[in-house]
């Protein structure tokens, strides 16, 4: 082993597939600041620009949001199954770059944007909508191999079997986050302004020129990246066979005594470097897949899974479990650069004698509450924590998940309450146009967006961190998709809401809530609807939680099997009672803590 002396010990390699110096090994977080600079005001360039309604711009913005996060199924397939996470993120950041150019060509060239006059822009013709809407989905299909692949790269860079980094990685999607905020801040706050008062094309400009000086940042650093070997070539291939073979053997008696299952031995892990997972009562009916040939009198030629397989497909599962009740908290999220928006042009946005704040700069406060609270909760919040539980992370990620949705829906109800009042002065002072301001305060709009800044603080960062730590291993990029794609379910839910929600509330004549015109709207109705739902998904949520089972692996590593903390653990968890509240020492180790 002295030979190994100075290498990275979790098998990762470098570029050329050569075992990686640890001492050499680097990591470059870039901001993707882009794509924030187009979403929080992109409704507002819908509405003033290409003359969209409110519930046509909406539901846009929901849709290109709704694909930009769901396109990561795709890129991580392509990462996990052929090109590995760096391939696929350079060629997706190329198409992605693509995508910027084009949309700033569409919102500069001469012909390629709708002629104004006097701030008033004609209606954009059926070609310059065709070119902006290419561009955006451009976009999307870039975002599709860039967002599942960078966390999950930048995660690689930590070896799980150096405790010192096993310890930096706890908090790595924590400061991950901050990053990546730190560059939604700039943009939500600076360029949301450059696009309203200096150009549009100078406001996408500023992103597409800092998205290729991130990337050659990037680059340079590419001799001291760690890459993991993929050591399956099909990683959904485990998934369909297991699910396959269980029913094929639906009909046979599962042994009582796990240990009877079929496994390969540990000596088959260590040299592979594979890791074991343990067995768990979740989704028992899949045990069937492992029973062993010899156990039942059967003529069949199919071969057993192995427990870790079944283990891996059960995770799948357990963590769509978790997926399905996370898509109204997604919806929730989407208001902030629709609905929120609009209801915020309709306010009085003066700062000063002269300044005006545009509407969409006021999502700054979601990032500035995150970029505050996340050194508060990774410093204070953690290690006040890890004394009282003894878990590493400070709480459990599903205790992480339900105080975030919560604070989710102390925001939606203060936004429902905020919306009461706007629309009390609306009728006290005998407003009915929809380019009338409200003579209320903006910032009567801002508890919302910093409750909604904490909580993402909690279940946006504990989502990422939650599906790739509970992903099998070799679907790490897929895994993480589970956190994508629910945004962007989200997103494409919140887009049906809307259009639903207008056509039946607006049918036979009457007053729909999301109607053109916000100031004869009922914004509040719809804000109380939100509230009804997000109160029942977190019901929803703690049934899930209680029944979802953490992974237990052992490392490949000298032979063992669990350490006696995940050994506690594993034995505590079986049932899976008690998983969201509990802090009892021997509940709170999360199996290994990838």
């Not at 269980?246 to 009909?251: K, Q, Y």
């Not at 496994?263 to 768990?280: C, M, P």
């Not at 804000?527 to 939680?545: E, K, P, Q, R, T």
Request: with cysteine; aromatic share 12%.
């Amino acid at each position: 082993m002295d030979d190994a002396k100075g290498y990275t010990q979790d098998g990762t390699v470098d570029l050329h597939g050569q075992p990686a110096l640890a001492a050499k090994t680097g990591y470059e977080a870039f901001e993707r600041m882009a794509f924030y600079g187009i979403a929080s005001n992109l409704v507002v360039y819908l509405t003033t620009q290409l003359h969209e309604d409110t519930v046509s711009s909406v539901r846009n913005v929901n849709n290109w949001s709704g694909s930009v996060w769901i396109t990561p199924i795709l890129g991580a397939y392509i990462a996990d199954s052929y090109l590995g996470r760096f391939w696929t993120f350079t060629i997706s950041s190329l198409i992605y770059v693509i995508g910027m150019v084009l949309l700033t060509m569409a919102v500069s060239i001469k012909f390629l944007k709708p002629t104004c006059e006097n701030g008033v822009c004609n209606k954009a013709s059926t070609t310059q909508i065709a070119f902006f809407y290419t561009s955006l989905y451009t976009i999307a299909m870039g975002a599709g191999g860039t967002k599942p692949n960078i966390s999950t790269f930048g995660a690689d860079q930590f070896d799980d079997f150096n405790p010192d980094e096993k310890k930096l990685k706890a908090s790595f999607f924590n400061w991950w986050m901050f990053s990546a905020f730190t560059g939604a801040l700039f943009a939500t706050l600076g360029l949301v302004y450059i696009q309203e008062n200096l150009g549009w094309g100078l406001g996408y400009g500023i992103p597409t020129v800092g998205i290729i000086f991130s990337l050659i940042i990037f680059y340079v650093g590419t001799p001291t990246y760690r890459h993991k070997v993929r050591r399956a070539t099909r990683p959904a291939g485990d998934f369909l066979r297991v699910v396959s073979t269980a029913f094929a053997n639906a009909r046979l008696r599962v042994p009582s005594d796990s240990s009877e299952l079929y496994e390969l031995d540990q000596q088959y892990y260590v040299s592979t470097r594979k890791r074991r997972v343990h067995h768990s009562p979740m989704f028992r009916f899949l045990d069937t897949a492992a029973i062993k040939k010899d156990n039942v009198n059967s003529t069949t030629t199919r071969q057993p899974c192995t427990v870790t397989q079944v283990e891996g497909t059960k995770l799948v599962l357990g963590m769509a479990m978790i997926w399905v009740v996370t898509l109204i908290p997604s919806t929730i999220w989407a208001q902030i650069n629709t609905l929120f928006v609009k209801q915020g042009t309709t306010l009085d946005r003066r700062v000063g004698p002269t300044f005006q704040i545009p509407a969409a700069s006021l999502g700054g406060f979601v990032t500035l509450s995150m970029l505050i609270s996340v050194p508060m909760y990774d410093r204070y919040f953690v290690p006040f924590m890890q004394r009282r539980t003894q878990n590493p992370r400070g709480i459990t990620m599903l205790t992480r998940l339900g105080i975030g949705f919560l604070i989710q829906i102390l925001a939606i109800a203060i936004a429902y309450l905020v919306e009461v009042k706007r629309m009390r002065v609306i009728v006290a002072h005998g407003i009915t146009r929809g380019g009338e301001v409200v003579p209320m305060s903006i910032f009567n709009l801002l508890p919302q967006y910093v409750l909604l800044g904490v909580a993402d603080v909690f279940n946006a960062i504990g989502l990422l961190e939650f599906f790739y730590d509970q992903s099998p291993e070799d679907m790490q990029s897929l895994g993480t998709t589970f956190f994508t794609s629910g945004i962007g379910v989200g997103n494409f839910l919140n887009s049906f809401l809307v259009t639903v929600v207008d056509k039946v509330t607006g049918r036979n004549g009457g007053k729909s809530w999301i109607g053109k015109n916000v100031n004869d709207s009922h914004l509040d109705y719809y804000y109380g609807f939100l509230l009804l739902l997000s109160a029942v998904n977190l019901g929803a949520f703690l049934l899930a939680s209680r029944k979802y089972v953490y992974k237990v692996e052992s490392a490949a590593e000298g032979g063992g099997g669990c350490n006696n903390k995940e050994a506690a653990a594993g034995a505590q968890l079986e049932g899976g009672k008690g998983l969201l509240l509990d802090v009892v020492p021997t509940a709170a180790p999360l199996g290994l803590q990838v």
